[in-house]
């Protein structure tokens, strides 16, 4: 059975940080791309980051570069969302989503999704 289960969202203060992680299993963490999403009230889901299965490439949407990076321990078949300075308008849900093969930005591209996990960012 396949699973995706995060953890790590809570309420932050403006300029804070957290970081997420999403445990993987079921399937071969290490040849899948991991991305991560977010949707906020009233929006479709969007994306925010993804890495490449070997972990040599990553990817950023602009308005989290130099803020949040994604990382991934193989060995752990986890994914890592490393948010900081967040901003009020960062919060939303986030879900971490896997790929076979390469990454993609589109979330109907992703085969895998976890049940996400609530960011709240207050001013």
Not at 16 to 41: D, E, I, N, V
Not at 74 to 97: F, G, I
Request: proline residues 2%.
């Amino acid at each position: 059975q396949v699973q995706l289960v995060e953890s790590g969202g809570g309420l932050v203060q403006a300029g804070g940080s957290l970081r997420l992680s999403c445990a993987a299993s079921g399937f071969t963490f290490s040849t899948y791309a991991m991305g991560w999403f977010r949707q906020a009230p009233g929006k479709e889901r969007e994306f925010v980051t993804a890495i490449t299965w070997g972990g040599t490439n990553t990817y950023y949407a602009d308005s989290v570069k130099g803020r949040f990076t994604i990382s991934r321990d193989n060995a752990k078949n986890t994914v890592y969302l490393q948010m900081n300075s967040l901003k009020p308008e960062d919060t939303a849900v986030y879900y971490c989503a896997a790929r076979r093969g390469v990454v993609a930005h589109m979330a109907s591209a992703y085969d895998y999704w976890g049940q996400g996990t609530q960011v709240t960012v207050s001013s």
